[in-house]
């Protein structure tokens, strides 16, 4: 928030802040004033520079040019050690913790207080309780991280940052990994903090999330500070105009699904890992033609098995998976080229590590996996012309920029390798398409896009399996929700009877009818 009165108390200025990578200009000439004991939002697309701006804040990056003020004092941060001695903490995305250790040996790994470790572990016992109960942070001391969800995970990570002394506290995208009930947790705790004088800044691609637990928000483009709002005074539809530069129609418009014939089922499908450990167990299912059906969940609680299984990538190890006429068992395994011929197209959750090769020419992740096809092929070498021009048809109809087939993928930005990859896949024209994760890391405008095309797809007759931890997008695409929790199906849903509390309950293995019962009868 950007304000000038004299009698505002900032706990954060920023003045000019610049800094460069090389030919990127991550950001330019950025200003922030930061009203302490309040929740600030920072919002952005993709490449918008907060990532930046933070580890700036936090001292893992020095600005070129610029001022930091820190409760009014200007201070020059060259490190986080500094930044924390000055109360700045941070808790990143993915959480640093070490799993064969408790809560209470995390906490204060690098901050024992003298030679004797456990002097060091009984003042942070004391200390710890106190926190816990102050901000509505409790957690076992004693437990093994590797023991504890990932809410309570997040928990610590807090305290961690509260316990090295932090009035400021940084949280990126912090719930990427939460049931919605744990989301609502969190801002209870985040309130807690708020009150108690700690200022957060909050940084989220969720617009619902800012609008729900912030005070302030700031929008970034494109390495710049574009704007300001008070939260009350703005909506998620100016908030994204903001991001992009345009407008962004952020409702998804389908009709009623028109389902027909079954195209992929599993029966008590079970898949066990290296480690002996039943990732899926006893999963039956169907993907229609004509349907999206999505899968909810937790990350870690099967979605990703069940996508690979059905891609050819895991083989069952009880149980069954049939496309069209072919049964595919552990006896008789499937391979991902297998299932490509069955008309199975597959975009997966990781596009670095399985949907394309950074490496590789944006034209040679354009054909990845059906390279093998006599379009692409002679009868000795491949067809380098007819590759380029593939390509080039793809990045038009997809949108794909900048439109360069020979430009090197790890050279686009996260959207537009995820629209390449999509565009490989659905330009196959496959019966039935499983989607992992289409919109990870997407900026919002070509979360849009993205959205549009698997609509008209399904509208197509293409049977969609869709797999996505963010359940707006669960709810706003599928025609059927599939709850899994430890490798089972716990329930399924019709998408017009779902909302957020239902599918959170389900996704922590409460039933709805309990949470009927719990209200009364009132659902």
Known sequence: MSNNSSDTNFA???????????AVHANKNISLQVPAGTIHGIIGENGAGKSTLMNIIYGFYTADAGEIKINGQTQHL???????????????????????????????????????????LSKARTEL???AKEYQLDVPLDALIEDLPVGLQQRVEILKALYRGARILILDEPTGVLTPQETDHLFHIFDALRDQGVTILLITHKLREILAATNNVSVMRQGEMV????????????????????????KVDKQQAEASKTLVSTHDLTYTDVMGVDRLKKVSMEIRSGEVVGIAGVSGNGQSELINSLAGLLAPASGSIKIGDTEITADNPSSPDSVRKMSVGHIPEDRLHMGLIKQFSAEESAILGHQNLDKYNGALLN???????????????????????????????????QKLIIAREVDQNPDVLLIGQPTRGVDIGAIEFIHKRIVELRDEGKGILLVSVELDEIMALSDRIIVMFDGQVVGEVAADQANEKILGMMMANIMPDELVADNGGQS
């Open 78 to 120: 060259t490190n986080s050690k500094e930044a924390i001695a000055h109360g700045i903490g941070m808790v990143h995305q993915h959480f640093m913790l070490i799993d064969n250790f408790t809560v209470l040996e995390n906490v204060i790994l690098g901050a024992e207080s003298g030679p004797m470790l456990n002097e060091s």
């Open 12 to 22: 954060l200025e920023l003045q000019g802040i610049d800094k460069r990578f090389g």
């Open 227 to 250: 704007a300001h709002r008070k939260t009350a005074e703005t909506d998620k539809e100016e908030l994204a105009e903001l991001m992009v530069g345009r407008k962004v129609r952020l």
């Open 129 to 131: 309780e106190r926190l």
């Open 383 to 417: 067809k380098p012309k007819v590759i380029q021009s593939e390509c080039e048809r793809l990045m038009a109809e997809w949108d794909v920029r900048p439109q360069d087939p020979k430009l090197r993928s790890s050279l686009f930005s996260g959207g537009n390798q």
